[in-house]
């Protein structure tokens, strides 16, 4: 398949699953609802379009800086986690949510937003002068190992039960009851910094061949890692600075598609934020439709799909190494 077929398949599925995310839920809304003077349409209106906008936003978000890592660090298991802005947003939230007892969709954007700045900056003196991918994925492993060792201490120092609860509840990752103010705070960050991860195709493209032979074709490893640090930290801190965390999209999206669209990696980036938005929008979907009165949570539904994904990938692999 053409990477354009494929484009054009994934995009009409998402648009497909953008107006199913409208119409699922404990309470269906049909699709003659939405058009007439049907009480349900203020569902759709107020509660369900602002989270169908950020479900699509983010999935895109997330699939597409999977894309760019794994083409960058030369390795099908990199995600967004890999390199520690979502660790570090999910610790701006919670110290938000610790030190001033607020939960206010505001503040909480403005520390997760702060700690994913901090973070990229920390990252670009990491990684700045070592002009190496493998020391960029050690500054990134150090920097999601610190983010998240502060994140267990701010929980375990925290005031009250009630504290507590509320960060974990953030932290597993979930849409429900976002609005249009989210949708205001994340979209302006998650395009640009989808637009600066974008800029970066043709370079990864070179470093296939290695970084000897890329920096002979004109690549500056020190700007591709400038502009994935930028990009990743404004897309996926603005992602994780609304929803909390929700893992395993930038790494199973970019595996199911690499077969389709080749080894090249500015193929897969179109078609992995086309199907990472597709992913999530479906995944928001279904947690709806569990029996009960509350949600699963989406970011516990992802790690339920991500491991046997990640089971059905070593089975592949040992297949592999066995032949």
């Given amino acids: 398949m053409s990477r354009v077929s494929l484009s054009l398949a994934l995009a009409l599925l998402v648009m497909l699953l953008f107006a199913a995310s409208l119409a699922a839920g404990k309470v269906w809304v049909p699709f003659d609802a939405w058009f007439s003077n049907d009480p349900r349409w203020w569902i759709v209106a107020e509660l369900r379009l602002p989270r169908a906008i950020l479900g699509l936003a983010i999935g895109a978000a997330l699939g597409l800086t999977g894309a760019v890592l794994q083409g960058f660090l030369r390795n099908p298991l990199a995600d967004p986690s890999v390199i520690g802005i979502s660790s570090s947003a999910a610790l701006g939230a919670v110290t938000v949510i610790v030190v001033f007892s607020t939960m206010a ?15 990229m900056l920390l990252l670009a003196g990491l990684a ?58 994340a979209l302006p960050f998650i395009a640009i910094g989808a637009l600066l991860l974008f800029l970066t195709g043709r370079s990864l493209d070179a470093l296939t061949l290695g970084e000897a032979a890329a920096r ?88 339920l799909l991500g491991t046997p994904f990640f089971f059905v990938l070593l089975l592949r692999l040992r297949g592999s190494a066995w032949n």
Wanted: glycine share 10%.
């Fill in 128 to 185: 700045w002068r070592a002009d190496s991918a493998v020391a960029f994925i050690l500054a990134g492993s150090v920097l999601a190992s610190l983010a998240a060792a502060l994140t267990a201490f701010l929980i375990s120092i925290a005031p009250n039960p009630y504290a507590v609860a509320e960060i974990i509840d953030w932290i597993m990752g979930s849409l429900t009851d976002r609005n249009f103010t989210e949708v205001q705070f």
């Fill in 105 to 119: 969709p505001l503040a909480i954007f403005a520390g997760a937003m702060i700690a994913a700045c901090a973070s």
């Fill in 216 to 303: 002979s074709l004109g690549v500056r490893i020190a700007r591709v890692q400038a502009l994935i640090i930028l990009g990743s930290g404004l897309a996926v801190g603005a992602s994780v600075a609304v929803t909390g965390v929700v893992g395993f999209v930038g790494l199973i999206v970019p595996h199911l598609l690499r077969p389709l669209v080749g080894a090249r990696p500015s193929a897969l980036l179109l078609p992995s934020a086309l199907g990472g938005a597709a992913l999530v929008l479906a995944a928001d979907s279904l947690v709806r439709l569990v029996p009960g009165a509350g949600e699963v949570r989406l970011g516990v539904a992802m790690a």
